[in-house]
């Protein structure tokens, strides 16, 4: 904690600053006197660097929306159905698109190899994996060697998955770690907006031929590639590499992309004591795959257990929201209203991704603005009134007559919905969890959620479809009720991690009450000196007490 200085005691009334004391609200005194005055500029020369680096990072979010949406799209073309003999919604229909999930879940076991090779060589390996994939996906004959290389693709696709989100949370300085990192998932559209045009426009120029659903195959291949090629040549995670006892590394990066160049910066110091100090508690790193297994790390602590308990949440949340069965009707409602052309149908999943990727985008900066238990808990509560909007349209459009009015209510609701999931979950999807965990957890705690995830994700491939063909639109009903429990579940027990440094997450879950400890202000006296060469900052000390 920096004490006020006395700047005027050798100073001439004339001469002599204005020094104004003012009075706000922190989550840490520390953080918020190693600041100061000297906030590291957000496009300083370091930063700007950062931000190049994390783009190519980005593309990795691609991966998971690319193929969520050619699948979906392709299934579509007759072209593919006669290539493989899909004549009919089948079981092998069901496999080509389960055995993502199901990979998913596999992959999962080999997360350690983010402890065990550095972020940056995991994401390299998992790119470099999801190629080969792609090139057997698309040289494919036969339906068996199509199904696994959609599972080599998946497989990979989730240890590079895994890997950037942890190195994105672990290189974003703290003020920004919300946006700099949450930018991340919303790239899930665009991997979608590409994909979708890509069979728009090949079934527009290729209708009756296999290059139709070959071509959106291969261009899979584009975003991975490009990280595969360039990943090696970012550098590492501060955090890992402190725990590979190369802390002078460590410092060089805080220095040049955290404090922009600013070796004496205090920012420097303290990132670097606090990282230490949570290796230290800790144990270090998990590396031998057979630890990395025992997933008793996870919950011998209440401490562990509260933040396993939150990985668990976030991740069925994310995908078990309503979001995967939002837009079951779409086809039949925009049939009501007089679409009916196949490209016609393409072009609309296209405009649902680019205003879901606005959405994201915007919602991932409103994170660092409002917090993130305000934004998830906002998006829950939206997301309920949707879809209790969406079943009465739905159902009016079912039971009284197709009108076009209730199924064009229908589409805006289905639109409304995705934008309202997007702002709040996309982007945190991959980061809260990673945010809650401690350092050592990090990797197991996001196989963890990798597995709920795909575990949620393939009840809803299965169990979904089944529940709409029978009940219909009710089963919106269910969402808006399970909905208002994952409100509930957020109020009660989810942490804010806005505003502190990942090690200072520690002192919040060794709280009695981590939720209430998370949000709890103190109260500080900043001591401002005001004179020619402008505003500057000379002390910030806490106050007695503080308010929740």
């Not at 999801?130 to 199509?146: D, M, N, Y």
């Not at 409602?333 to 915007?362: D, F, K």
């Not at 076009?404 to 702002?423: D, K, L, P, R, W």
């Not at 949000?519 to 001591?527: I, L, P």
Request: charged share 15%; net charge neutral.
């Amino acid at each position: 904690m920096a004490a006020p200085q006395d700047v005027s005691a050798a100073q001439s009334p004339a001469e002599r600053p204005q020094v104004i004391e003012t009075q706000r609200s922190v989550a840490n005194v520390e953080f918020a006197s190693a600041l100061g005055s000297n906030r590291p500029a957000p496009f300083g020369p370091g930063h700007r660097r950062l931000y190049a680096y994390c783009l190519l990072i980005y593309l990795c979010s691609t991966m998971n929306g690319y193929d969520g949406s050619l699948m979906g799209s392709i299934n579509a073309l007759p072209e593919y159905n006669r290539f493989f003999n899909l004549s009919a919604p089948g079981v092998s229909t069901g496999l080509v698109f389960s055995i993502f999930q199901i990979a998913q879940m596999a992959g999962a076991l080999f997360l350690w190899t983010s402890d065990l090779l550095g972020r940056r060589r995991a994401i390299f390996v998992g790119t470099l994996g999801c190629c080969v994939g792609v090139i057997v996906q698309g040289t494919a004959t036969t339906l068996p060697t199509f199904i696994g290389a959609r599972f080599l693709i998946s497989f990979f696709t989730t240890i590079a998955c895994t890997g950037a989100p942890l190195y994105l949370i672990e290189v974003a300085p703290p003020l920004y770690r919300g946006t700099l990192a949450g930018m991340y998932n919303t790239l899930y559209y665009l991997g979608s907006i590409i994909s979708s045009f890509a069979v728009y426009g090949t079934r527009g120029n290729f209708a009756g031929s296999n290059l139709a659903w070959r071509i959106p195959v291969w261009l899979q291949l584009l975003c991975p590639a490009l990280v595969a090629a360039g990943v090696l040549f970012l550098p590492e995670s501060p955090r890992w590499l402190v725990a590979q006892d190369r802390s002078d590394e460590a410092r060089d990066f805080l220095v040049r992309y955290h404090a922009n160049g600013d070796a004496e910066h205090p920012i420097v110091e303290l990132e670097m004591r606090e990282m230490r100090e949570a290796l230290a508690s800790s144990g270090g790193l998990v590396t031998n795959p057979l630890r990395y297994l025992d997933m008793r790390g996870l919950g011998n602590t209440r401490n562990r257990r509260y933040r396993t308990g939150l990985v668990v949440a976030m991740s069925w949340f994310g995908q078990f929201s309503g979001n995967n069965v939002a837009s079951y009707y779409l086809p039949q409602m925009a049939q009501a209203v007089g679409v009916t052309r196949t490209e016609t149908l393409l072009l609309l999943n296209a405009i649902y991704s680019i205003t879901g990727w606005i959405a994201a985008a915007t919602g991932a900066r409103l994170h660092d603005v409002f917090g993130r238990r305000p934004m998830l808990l906002a998006s829950t509560l939206g997301m309920s009134v949707a879809l209790a909007c969406m079943a009465a349209a739905a159902g009016t459009y079912t039971n009284g007559g197709h009108s076009t009015a209730a199924s064009t209510a229908s589409i805006a609701f289905i639109y409304i919905f995705g934008m309202v999931f997007a702002v709040g979950y996309t982007s945190m999807q991959p980061i809260y969890p990673a945010e809650v965990l401690a350092t050592d957890m990090r990797a197991r705690g996001m196989a963890v959620k990798w597995g709920t995830a795909g575990a949620a994700g393939f009840v809803n491939t299965f169990a979904a479809p089944v529940a709409m063909q029978r009940i219909g639109w009710r089963f919106y009903l269910f969402f808006v009720g399970w909905d208002l429990v994952e409100a509930a579940v957020i109020y009660i027990f989810f942490v804010e991690t806005k505003g502190r440094t990942l090690e200072e997450m520690d002192e919040v879950f060794e709280a009695p009450n981590p939720r209430k400890a998370s949000t709890k202000m103190k109260r500080v006296r900043e001591t401002v000196v005001m004179d020619e060469l402008g505003r500057v900052v000379v002390g910030v000390e806490e106050e007695d007490g503080g308010k929740a």
